[in-house]
Each structure stands twice: as structure tokens, then as C-alpha cells.
């Protein structure tokens, strides 16, 4: 709840700033993707407000994948962790059955077994 407030308290005025922001500057703005300033179809009139925003989308896209593409060991190397776990419980789940399955016939053994003969008797658990 103390988040979803702070959240509030920080992201409604940062909102109000930017839609101030984009109203105060609707005004047309040149922009030329040519360097040399030699092509002119390299040159676009827009609002400067769209110009930014597409700039911090952009930026923000870019910098999602760079850190995507930067974690991504990390999460290989969970992938890895998480199905050697998985295995590792099968082989202790097949392990309790094995054992399960031998101390019941290591039981079966023992009662066919003559009542005073302790040979074939399931040793007691430490």
C-alpha cells in the first residue's frame, strides 16, 4: 500500500510535468539526418515534443535490450540450475521407491522366512 502511494505521489506530477511539456512545445522544429547538410530530403519538420518522446522510447528500447541481451548468462545459467534440480528430484523420488521396494520385499522375505530364523530379517534403522 506505502508503494502503490509513493508510486502515486511520484508518477502524477512527473504526468503533469509532461503533458505541460508537450503543450508548450507544439512548435514545428527542422530536423536533418544529413551532416553535411547537402541532402535536403534528409530534412523533417515535426513538433519538438514528438521528436523527444521518440528519442526517449527509442533510448529506453535500446537500453531493454542491451540489458536483456547483457543478463542473458544469468539466465542460462538458472535454465541450467532449475533442470538439474528437477532431475536431481526425479533420481531421489526413483531412489525412495527403489528403497521402498526393497524393504518391502526384504519384509516379504522375512516372514516367509522359518519365525526363528533371523537371516533373511530386515536390520533394524539407525
Known sequence: MVSRILSFLILVPLAILLIVFCVSNRGPVTVSLDPLGTLPQFTYSMPLFILLMGAVIVGL??????TW????????????????????????DEARERVRVLSEERAKAA????PGSTALAAPRAA
Do not use: C, M, P, V
Request: cysteine-free; aromatic content about 8%; glycine content about 8%.
Open 61 to 66: 528500447l535500446l537500453g531493454g535490450l542491451g
Open 69 to 92: 541481451f547483457t543478463q542473458a548468462h544469468y539466465r542460462r545459467k538458472a535454465w541450467k540450475r532449475r533442470n538439474e534440480i528437477e532431475r536431481l528430484k526425479r533420481d531421489a
Open 111 to 114: 516372514s516367509i522366512a522359518a
